[in-house]
């Protein structure tokens, strides 16, 4: 399978928020995500990292300036 499992980083943990992601797309700053049941979630966050062997994402919210 190639789905990934996306974590939010708060506070040096990390927090799962989504499961069974196929695809992200970056639009406006934020990242829209779709599962495999074609369920979404838009996250106002950045990848941070993303572990294939491990079929995760880690995303954090940017820093304001």
């Excluded at 499992?5 to 506070?11: N, P, Q, S």
């Excluded at 406006?28 to 950045?46: C, N, P, R, S, T």
């Amino acid at each position: 399978m190639c789905e990934s499992k996306v974590y939010l980083l708060e506070d040096g943990e990390e927090k799962k928020i989504m499961d069974n992601v196929i695809h992200i797309e970056p639009q406006d700053g934020k990242l829209f995500m779709y599962d495999l049941l074609g369920e979404q979630k838009i996250v106002d966050a950045a990848i941070k990292e993303v572990r294939l062997l491990e079929h995760k994402i880690i995303l954090e919210r940017e820093k304001a300036k």
